[in-house]
């Protein structure tokens, strides 16, 4: 498993987690989960399976901290017993910004590129669209 349980306590002091989660730590894992799910989500461009199924010092360490983050801001939701929202909010946003800047290719962190069904690397493929049409009525 990516994160454990037992790790948030660098993030979240051991009894606000058994305070909040009323020794129930389903939802803490369901926290967890969710976290490792949004993160996901915005980074289609890497290997997902090979960096979320690391563990240990296997882990990209800055990834950790910031899915750390996530989770400790969706399993506070609960109740802010001692813990201090405002900071856990900018914590969790600064989170979102690095991985949408990761996203965007702002910033290239040290993951396994994403490969498709035959192999090869699909990470650097052109992104294009445009703006919606518009139509002009005189």
Do not use: C
């Not at 389903?26 to 980074?43: D, M, N, P, R, T």
């Not at 090979?50 to 400790?72: E, M, P």
């Not at 609960?78 to 996203?103: C, D, F, M, P, T």
């Not at 965007?104 to 992104?127: C, L, Q």
Request: aromatic share 10%; glycine share 6%.
């Amino acid at each position: 498993m990516f994160l454990t349980v037992e790790e948030l306590a660098t993030h979240l002091y051991q009894e606000n987690l058994a305070t909040i989660s009323d020794g129930d730590d389903a939802i803490v894992f369901a926290a967890i989960q969710g976290a490792i799910q949004e993160a996901k989500g915005y980074l289609a461009a890497y290997d997902r399976e090979a960096i979320f199924s690391a563990t240990g010092n296997d882990r990209n360490a800055l990834l950790l901290i910031f899915v750390k983050d996530i989770a400790v801001w969706h399993f506070i939701n609960l109740s802010n017993a001692g813990v201090n929202i405002e900071l856990r909010l900018n914590r969790y946003e600064r989170a979102v910004a690095w991985l949408k800047a990761v996203q965007k290719g702002d910033i290239t962190p040290d993951f396994p590129p994403a490969k498709n069904d035959e192999g090869v690397e699909t990470a650097g493929i052109i992104k294009y669209g445009s703006n919606p049409k518009r139509n002009q009525h005189f």
